[in-house]
């Protein structure tokens, strides 16, 4: 009950006029940025941060949490309209923008939105009854363990994601390649930069996202040369009755996947929505629709990730480690106002820890209001005829692009993954993986440089820790099970293909 | 005849082979106790070369799906990007913006001179409103 009692003394932090007014700018201006391709949660609140220096502590706090929703739900728009994602929305791209190219675009922005909504009320309950347990569960997991649930995550990914194992696990790689461009961490050496000092730091996650998908994603309307018009007849937003109650088990599924992910240092939410939208594919009721713009492609994958995005707050109030970019971001402001996250910070500032607790569920609840309303709105962009939404579009690519360094070279390397991105395309490649690498990528080698040397080199750690060869006994299950399936089919079809000839004769 | 399941193993291999090669040639490898910047690359591009020879490998026991490029659209859709860039940094902005609006529109399925100015414009109020409210560091005069 302390824990209730604690909540209630938290609403009455949020639930100030104050407070609450600044709960909702934020949640605006986060959705208004993050709607532009390229501004994803990171960039939002790097933009915003700035407004909030002459406020006090708590509002501030509330109204930076307020941006950062906002924007990955901006985030998740511009992925299901326009099929440009940032980190957190890559799933949102596979059903989401299916349902956008079915005419279902408001139905999917508002699955996104309420799922959201959900999958955040369960991270809070999470957040409130087990934040300091939670804590811990990171410091069980060693760097072998680590690599193991990347690796995992790669497997799970590139399976359901494009159904054919091979074809993703290339692109995860092809996705970690791609992330060992720029310094190496340890040694300070420049790989794969070609003496170009804007590589120096590696290819921007931004350029990818927004050469593999968007660019990518233009050339395609453009060659199939057929005018996209799915948005000229009504919208329809709110979902029936039979369509809700498909949404639920889906969302309430992701949320839970969310939380527990979310905790996790690293690419926590990242990671998280492909976890779900896996765990949808295989026991959703409608798991054979998935894929092809349903409901529950949209529902999971958008309350796991707005679920991680609360949870992701536990390592940095409870041991003040942040444990992604945005996190660290969001510590940068804590310390501006003169609060050290840690240990300390709950018993320190309660009115702060809880006011940031309850005021996330009022930021959720102010998504879904504005959501409604904004929606209609935003899709009426749409029925410009395509020809002039491109170079709109365009326009949007090379302003998201250049404001994350202020840097126009970083344009060319968008244009350099514009190119890939149309090969990967044209070759049924999905970047989707691709994504997922990258974001993993750099971690995953720091991870097993790690593990290694700690080892001294030997392989072996892999086993002997429990976490990690348990993880990699599902990978081997998984493999085996593919390897088993393949032989099957080819055999079936062979068979198949030898029977026919008999059959239709007679 | 292109086969793209074919040409999609051919481009991973290579993928591979690009970056390991690289990796193996510039980069210290090390040992497993203490690996150099080469040694993860390097490991990861033997992985991605492995499966793209067993893409290569089953796309023998597979049907054929033909390949279509389409060059132009793509080309002109980077070229009105690096021009962008490239007006954007020796001239300013706005120039850049302009170019970016007539270039692009040839890749569209019809050409119309006021159209391109109208979007040019609205284009141009944006990025000023991008640089007035939102505080974005854009050259754009």
């Known amino acids: 009950m302390d824990a209730l009692h604690n909540l209630a003394f938290g609403f009455e932090h949020a639930l100030t006029l104050h407070n609450l007014m600044y709960c909702a700018i934020g949640c605006v201006v986060g959705t208004l940025v993050g709607l532009l391709p390229g501004l994803g949660p990171l960039a939002t609140i790097s933009v915003l941060l700035p407004l909030t220096y002459s406020i006090d502590t708590t509002s501030s706090l509330i109204m930076l949490a307020g941006i950062y929703y906002g924007a990955q739900y901006g985030d998740s728009v511009s992925a299901i309209t326009m099929k440009m994602p940032h980190a957190s929305s890559i799933v949102a791209c596979i059903d989401g923008y299916a349902m956008t190219l079915k005419g279902k675009a408001g139905l999917a922005l508002f699955t996104a939105g309420i799922s959201s909504f959900i999958g955040g009320t369960i991270a809070i309950v999470v957040l409130v009854f087990m934040a300091p347990k939670l804590g811990e569960v990171a410091f069980l997991f060693g760097p072998a363990d680590y690599c193991a649930l990347m690796m995992v995550g790669f497997f799970c990914v590139s399976f359901v994601t494009t159904g054919s194992l091979l074809n993703g696990l290339a692109m995860c790689l092809v996705g970690v390649l791609l992330g060992q461009i720029g310094t190496d961490v340890n040694s300070g050496m420049q790989r794969y930069t070609m003496d170009l000092p804007f590589l120096a730091d590696g290819v921007s996650l931004v350029s990818i996202a927004l050469g593999c998908f968007g660019i990518a994603e233009i050339t395609k309307n453009l060659d199939s040369k057929q005018e996209r018009s799915p948005f000229n007849g009504e919208i329809k937003l709110l979902p029936t009755w039979p369509e809700f109650k498909r949404i639920l088990p889906s969302a309430v599924r992701g949320s839970l996947i969310g939380s527990l992910i979310g905790v996790l240092p690293g690419g926590g939410a990242a990671i998280a929505q492909f976890a779900a939208y896996a765990l949808d594919k295989k026991v959703s009721k409608y798991k054979h629709e998935i894929g092809t713009g349903c409901i529950e492609g949209v529902a999971g994958q958008a309350a796991a990730d707005e679920a991680a995005a609360r949870t992701s707050f536990i390592p940095l109030m409870s041991i003040g480690i942040p444990e992604n970019p945005v996190m660290a971001l969001m510590m940068a402001a804590f310390i501006i106002k003169g609060i050290q996250p840690g240990p300390n910070m709950i018993a320190g500032h309660p009115e702060l820890f809880w006011g940031l607790v309850a005021s996330m569920w009022v930021g959720g609840c102010f998504l879904v209001i504005l959501n409604v309303p904004m929606v209609r709105y935003l899709l009426s962009v749409f029925k410009i005829p395509y020809n002039v939404l491109f170079p709109g579009i365009l326009f949007f690519c090379c302003i998201g692009t250049y404001s994350v360094n202020n840097n126009l070279d970083d344009l060319y390397i968008t244009a350099v993954f514009g190119i890939l991105g149309f090969v990967f395309m044209r070759l049924k490649l999905d970047s989707a993986p691709l994504m997922l690498g990258f974001i993993l990528g750099p971690m995953l080698e720091e991870n097993f440089r790690r593990a290694m040397l700690i080892s001294r080199g030997s392989f072996g750690v892999f086993v002997q820790r429990p976490i990690s060869a348990t993880l990699l006994g599902m990978i081997a299950l998984l493999v085996g099970w593919q390897l088993v399936a393949f032989v099957i089919d080819t055999k079936k079809k062979r068979a198949g293909l030898a029977a026919q000839p008999q059959v239709t004769p007679t | ?141």
């Open chain 2, 1 to 141: 005849m292109i086969d793209q399941n074919l040409t999609r193993g051919i481009f991973l291999v290579l993928f591979a082979l690009i970056f390991g090669v690289t990796a193996a040639l510039n980069y210290p490898i090390g040992a497993f106790a203490h690996g150099g910047p080469g040694l993860f690359p390097v490991l990861i591009s033997i992985l991605l070369g492995l499966v793209g020879l067993a893409l290569v490998i089953r796309s023998r026991f597979e049907q054929k799906v033909p390949m279509n490029f389409k060059l132009k659209n793509i080309g002109v859709i980077i070229g009105s990007l690096c021009c962008f860039a490239f007006v954007s940094e020796h001239v300013n902005m706005i120039v850049g913006i302009v170019l970016m609006v007539f270039i692009a529109a040839i890749a569209g399925t019809n050409y119309s001179w006021m159209r391109n100015v109208k979007v040019s414009i609205a284009l141009v109020l944006i990025a000023f409103a991008f640089q007035r409210l939102l505080g974005l560091n854009l050259p754009l005069y």
